[in-house]
């Protein structure tokens, strides 16, 4: 196969490249093979991936022909590497971890696999999953596709780089305070958080507070098939959200009929400052939901008035950090040194050590009261239009995570490049980043779209009208 027609073939969407596969128009090894030869390409300026499994993924890819029952046989997909995948290694970006093989697959590794997807390989983060960018001491720094200057985004950041740059055609996520919106904002991709609870965290925990699983697509229709594929209650899940009243495949087609929506550019961090293009792709998507008959009514909504949000919401994710971390401790029989971590991972184990557990659950119920304010104001609207990103992709070395005179200042500078995406995971209700423009530069400029909780499908019916109204899909990086 050519060079160009196998770098095409990669930014297709899957259900098309399941449907080349069995109609035997390809064969699974010709697309896996083009995924791999496009990751030995690019990877070694973009910096995307942990591990790749070329035989493996290639042996797998031979045991698939087109009479292969499964949705998606026979699709190169990648991994996060905050996820198991069974025998490979699972680092967290951390040295800390050294190079752990996973003895099991996660629950979104297994459903994949299940479907037919082809692990070609797992893909960086920050260190634990902290921080919006992708730059580690271990791995290095990971590199946007349309800027290798600057961030592809956190801390899904080598997921993104890795569909932006078309080395898979879909890629794993996950959000626990933007980590799949952000990325897709930087890198222009559809990114997901679905409703909290919506796929399952088996096998290690049976609920989280902040943190939900997903995917980035170029599509809103692929995401929607992958959440039908991803959704649903696993065997000892302690909290799960509704099942859909239909697939979210088939919501996503629908007209999502007139709505009322709120905009807001307000910042939820107080005096946290918006750049003019990420304020202007609000007010043309206002103007874009209006020609399509949607009613936008300018939002007041409840924050950016409390200067203590961010240290109630650190009180509460740093725990959750720290927890993994003692996990690795009990799997490696190791405890954790200044010389395993980054000096913001270090100044967050040891914020957490001064944390008792009263002082944790009194900053999570505070955030439970945050949350509940929110969904209550959201609730006279059926969305909410905000900015995706307070300002363009970072340049690399920005938000230093390796910086020891003020390691935890690269947390408080996280908020203000992103300060719109975190109060979803608070009140847990499904949200959205849509690449609906450029900046001038051609840096993607997206929006975030908040649905009503559990309402992915009515959320997915809206963006992707703005798709089909403004459509992006077709939007490339030059390589």
Not at 144 to 155: A, F, I, L, M, V
Not at 337 to 349: G, V
Not at 363 to 379: D, K, N, W, Y
Request: proline share 9%.
């Amino acid at each position: 196969m050519p060079d160009t027609a196998a770098a095409d073939l990669l930014f297709r969407p899957v259900t098309e490249l399941a449907g080349l596969v069995r109609s035997g128009e390809l064969t699974a090894r010709e697309l896996v093979q083009a995924s791999l030869d496009r990751i030995d390409q690019l990877n070694p300026s973009i910096n995307a991936f942990v591990d790749v499994f070329h035989e493996e993924a290639l042996a797998q890819a031979d045991t698939i022909g087109g009479d292969d029952p499964r949705p998606f046989a026979g699709v190169p997909v990648a991994i996060k590497n905050n996820r198991a995948v069974e025998g490979k290694r699972l680092t967290l970006a951390a040295e800390f971890t050294g190079d752990f093989l996973a003895p099991y697959d996660h629950n979104v590794t297994r459903r994949l696999k299940d479907a037919g997807f082809i692990v070609v390989g797992t893909t960086t983060l920050p260190e634990y999953g902290i921080l919006p960018t992708t730059e580690t001491r271990r791995f290095g720094p990971t590199r946007n596709p349309w800027d290798q200057s600057r961030t592809p985004g956190g801390s899904s950041g080598g997921s993104a780089a890795a569909v932006a740059s078309g080395m898979v055609p879909v890629a794993h996520a996950n959000d626990g305070g933007g980590s799949t919106r952000i990325p897709a904002a930087c890198c222009g991709l559809v990114g997901l958080k679905p409703q909290r609870g919506r796929i399952s965290l088996a096998p290690e925990a049976g609920h989280q507070f902040l943190v939900q699983d997903g995917v980035l697509t170029r599509t809103v229709a692929e995401t929607a098939a992958l959440l039908d594929l991803l959704a649903g209650y696993e065997l000892g899940d302690m909290a799960w959200a509704p099942p859909p009243a239909e697939p979210f495949a088939d919501a996503a087609a629908r007209e999502p009929g007139r709505l009322r929506i709120g905009m807001t550019t307000k910042p939820p961090i107080p005096d946290a400052p918006i750049d003019p293009g990420a304020v202007q792709a609000v007010q043309d998507a206002a103007a874009l939901l209006e020609s399509l008959g949607h009613e936008v009514i300018e939002a007041d909504p409840p924050w950016g008035d409390d200067p203590s949000l961010l240290e109630t919401f650190t009180a509460s994710f740093g725990p959750a950090v720290c927890s993994q971390i003692q996990l690795i401790g009990m799997l490696t029989g190791r405890e954790p040194q200044a010389s395993d971590m980054e000096p913001l991972s270090w100044a967050i184990w040891n914020v957490c050590k001064n944390i008792d557990s009263t002082t944790a659950l009194l900053a999570e119920m505070q955030l439970h009261g945050v949350g509940r304010a929110l969904i209550t104001f959201i609730a006279q609207y059926d969305a909410l239009l905000t900015p995706a990103l307070a300002e363009a992709p970072v340049t690399l070395g920005t938000i230093d995570p390796l910086d020891d005179a003020d390691p935890l200042g690269a947390f408080r500078r996280s908020g203000e490049f992103t300060p719109f995406t975190a109060p979803f995971n608070i009140s847990g209700q499904p949200a959205i980043s849509v690449p609906l423009y450029q900046r001038d530069d051609g840096l993607p400029l997206a929006v975030q779209i908040v649905g009503q909780p559990a309402g992915e499908g009515a959320l997915l019916a809206l963006a992707g009208q703005l798709e089909q109204a403004h459509p992006w899909a077709d939007r490339r990086p030059s390589l």
